[in-house]
């Protein structure tokens, strides 16, 4: 197996315009309002950022190429996506922000040429944005999405979509949602579910309350949707009946990984605060910096990015072959989920008082890494998963003809 550990010029550079435009024109918006979205005009501002965005050259780096981006593949993302991250508001202001970029992704995989024209160059152009919609409440899809509980019917030649959907990121202000809804079988089957595409705008379709929950940086927040017979035509099938589910795992891998990048930017902007920090603080006759039990939490910080940039090398390398990267994108994603919070954490100590106030980003940092552990599948479901297929490929093996 050859790994590429450099990236292009072409590549470098574009990493370097990404820092640019985070801190100068990003930074100072996010630090303006605590990192709150909403407070800073949610849809609004992040439509001025991206203007920006564009005229730096940083925009859409992951989209294709016919549709306005600059058709990275996975490992090339890795760096470019991470800088972006730098700033809480740096993914939507380069729109590569969750759901979008996911979402774009599976539409260039999966979709039509017409649902391409209908629904990707929008969202690749930063001109609508759009939501994912498969989790429920119980006993509903969750972590096991075979649990599917939202219907479509046929009916009359269309498609009739009923189920409640909640936890959905960036359901406010959606112009289209992607639905995952069962089309045979019952729930806890595998198998049976089919994607579609569905206009905000479609009859029966409301969007309800927002979840409260700790992160406040994502645009449209989280949100219960309601499907009550909502009806839409073949053309709205993405891919084939009865496929979603293999689709969905055509987003999800890739959409961890693109996740861990940028949040691991986040996490190095926490870093870099405290180790600002602890070289200028003075206690006990030295800078905190010189202090060894600083020491020790600067070198696991740095551990810990370095030991996640290196998983996200394997798992990224995967993905460009053409594998599903299952185990690579679980561990990946674990290990990364949990050290990008001991980061930040760490950081939040580093800086004592100041990390748990606004005036250093820390604190903020912390309330926004914390639920990824939970989000894109939660840790125990991911080590569930690992050890699931490695204890079944030995038994496979055992029970093998001996040659």
């Known amino acids: 197996m050859a790994v590429e550990l450099s990236y292009s010029p072409d590549v470098t550079a574009l990493v370097e315009k990404t820092r640019a435009f985070i801190e100068d024109v990003v930074l100072p918006v996010e630090d303006r309002y605590g990192g709150d979205i909403a407070a800073a005009g949610g849809d609004a501002v992040i439509r001025e950022l991206q203007a920006a965005a564009r005229q730096a050259g940083v925009f859409a780096p992951h989209a294709p190429v016919e549709y306005g981006g600059l058709g990275l593949n996975m490992s090339d993302r890795a760096p470019v996506f991470e800088a972006a991250g730098y700033s809480l508001f740096g993914p939507a202001a380069v729109n590569i922000a969750a759901p979008d970029e996911g979402n774009v992704h599976l539409l260039a995989e999966v979709a039509s040429a017409e649902q391409k024209a209908r629904y990707l160059a929008p969202l690749a152009a930063g001109d609508v944005r759009s939501a994912f919609a498969m989790t429920e409440p119980a006993p509903g899809a969750g972590s096991d999405p075979a649990a599917l509980t939202t219907k479509a019917e046929r009916r009359s030649g269309d498609w009739y979509i009923t189920g409640r959907k909640w936890y959905i990121t960036g359901a406010d202000g959606a112009a289209f949602f992607i639905a995952m809804a069962r089309t045979s079988g019952e729930p806890g089957q595998r198998g049976g579910a089919t994607m579609f595409l569905v206009p905000a705008d479609a009859a029966g379709l409301t969007v309800g309350r927002h979840l409260q929950t700790l992160d406040r940086s994502m645009v449209g927040g989280h949100c219960e949707v309601l499907f009550d017979d909502v009806r839409v035509a073949d053309d709205a099938v993405l891919g084939e009946v009865d496929r979603g589910f293999e689709y969905a795992q055509v987003r999800l891998g890739p959409a961890r990984m693109t996740h861990v990048m940028r949040w691991l930017g986040a996490a190095r902007r926490g870093h870099d605060t405290a180790l600002a920090h602890v070289v200028e603080r003075q206690a006990f006759g030295s800078t905190l910096g010189e202090l060894g039990m600083i020491q020790n939490m600067v070198a696991d ?103």
């Open 301 to 403: 910080n740095e551990i810990d990015i370095a030991a996640t940039r290196a998983l996200l090398v394997r798992a990224c390398w995967e993905l460009d072959q053409g594998s599903a990267a299952g185990d690579a994108t679980s561990i990946a994603k674990t290990f990364a989920a949990e050290a990008i919070f001991r980061i930040v954490d760490r950081s939040v100590q580093m800086c004592g008082a100041l990390g748990v106030t606004e005036e250093l980003p820390p604190a903020r940092l912390s309330r926004e890494v914390r639920p990824f552990r939970v989000y894109d599948g939660p840790s125990e479901v991911h080590r569930w998963a690992i050890a699931k297929r490695r204890v079944g490929a030995v038994r496979r093996a055992l029970k093998a003809p001996q040659q």
